[in-house]
């Protein structure tokens, strides 16, 4: 089983950068892909940002492609999310979430292959 906690939330303006990590419990957090998703209010919840267990691999929404950086430490057990460039429209709870490594190719952007998720981090971008 693996716990996650999200962290590095907060209010920005718009241009600004921030940093979130989700750092995870569990002995076999190398066995998982991790991803990045984000819901705004009356919204449904969609995919930001993925990389594969290794961290070989990444894969981003067309949204955040070339301002968002997902990375991942297994040492550390935590994966970060680099937000640069932000945008009003990036405001939104942001969850950390943890995906068997197997289902990774094919099946990154899609939550209902995720089976742990984090309680989420307020991300506010002011205009």
């Known amino acids: 089983q693996v716990q996650l906690v999200e962290s590095g939330g907060g209010l920005v303006q718009a241009g600004d950068s921030l940093r979130l990590s989700c750092a995870a419990s569990?002995?076999?957090?190398?066995?998982?892909?991790m991803g990045w998703f984000r819901q705004a209010p009356g919204k449904e919840r969609e995919f930001v940002a993925a990389?594969?267990?290794?961290?070989?691999?990444?894969d981003y929404a067309d949204s955040v492609k070339g301002r968002f950086t997902i990375s991942r430490d297994n040492a550390k057990k935590t994966v970060n999310l680099q937000m640069n460039s932000l945008k009003p429209e990036d405001t939104a709870v942001y969850y950390c979430?943890?995906?068997?490594?197997?289902?990774?190719?094919?099946?990154?952007?899609?939550?209902?292959?995720?089976?742990?998720w984090g309680q989420g981090t307020q991300v506010t971008v002011s205009s």
């Open positions: 990389v594969s267990f290794s961290g070989d691999s990444t």
């Open positions: 569990g002995r076999t957090f190398s066995s998982y892909a």
């Open positions: 979430a943890a995906q068997l490594w197997t289902l990774y190719s094919g099946n990154y952007y899609r939550k209902d292959k995720y089976v742990y």
